[in-house]
């Protein structure tokens, strides 16, 4: 199978909002809370921002805080930098282009499972982040017992999906992860869930409408903003979206100290 392409696969346009129809609310509630110990004028980095949805939104409600966003791929930076929303935004390699100990709190949304070398990438982010600093990672743990996925590769069926049509390359374990925190100087202060029973179907079915439309179209990547943002024209489907959109943020609202593979991550730096 061919590598990933990020700078085809663009993800993040718009902007993250707290709103229960949208499928960023809890994610983007979560992050907030974090952040809400700091004072003013302390510095905020998203690594892996894409086209910077989620740091964009840390600014509009945190307008005080100064945000830098980084990413990979040339093409979201590009996307993002056209927003003109206040945050910094730089292209990153393997090392963060950062100076030691310059953020008082870093995040990261949905990257340690696509990241080659994950415990590089936390050093990394060990490094550019203050003593006592803070660190929300939103990680969807597909090696986790709890997730339906792990399941599904058990038996077989359709578990190359994410690493097809999202460049997921790891499936990490909760367990796995605060081990990998633990190495990185990293302890958890809150841990958090969601999308439990709901969110992992609805994502599930995701993945197979996009292997389908990557069938009709025969493509071998396809985009999941790109490909709802066409599903959501349909007659219908827009609405349809928003109410699966509520049911799972109350899902998550309700059972967020359930156990879940999609977890939030509230870390210091020790």
């Known amino acids: 199978m061919p590598s990933f392409d990020y700078e085809q696969s663009i993800w993040g346009r718009g902007t993250a909002n707290l709103s229960w129809f949208s499928p960023t609310s809890f994610r983007l509630q979560k992050a907030l809370n974090s952040l809400s110990v700091l004072p003013s004028a302390s510095n905020v980095l998203e690594v892996g921002c894409g086209a910077g949805q989620f740091i964009r939104a840390v600014k509009k409600n945190r307008p005080d805080l100064d945000c830098f966003g980084c990413d990979i791929s040339q093409s979201a930076l590009d996307a993002a930098q056209i927003a003109r929303d206040g945050v910094f935004y730089d292209l990153s390699g393997e090392k ?28 990394e982010i060990n490094r550019v982040l203050k003593r006592g600093g803070i660190f929300y990672c939103f990680v969807p743990c597909e090696g986790d017992w709890t997730s339906f996925w792990n399941f599904l590769r058990e038996l077989n069926i359709k578990g190359n999906l994410t690493k097809k049509y999202a460049g997921h390359i790891n499936y990490f374990s909760r367990r796995e992860l605060l081990e990998l925190f633990a190495k990185n100087n990293f302890k958890p202060v809150k841990i ?54 509520f049911l799972m943020n109350l899902e998550s609202f309700l059972f967020q100290l359930f156990p879940s593979p999609n977890t939030h991550f509230v870390l210091k730096k020790f």
């Open 96 to 123: 963060l282009p950062y100076a030691d100990e310059f953020f008082d709190a870093v995040l990261i949304f949905d990257v340690l499972e696509h990241a080659e070398k994950p415990e590089f990438l936390l050093a």
């Open 192 to 245: 958090r869930y969601g999308e439990h029973i709901l969110g992992q179907k609805v994502g599930i079915t995701s993945f197979l409408l996009m292997e389908r439309a990557a069938a009709r179209k025969k493509s071998a990547q396809i985009n999941n903003e790109d490909y709802f943002a066409d599903f959501n024209q349909k007659r219908g489907m827009g609405v349809l979206r928003k109410i699966v959109n």
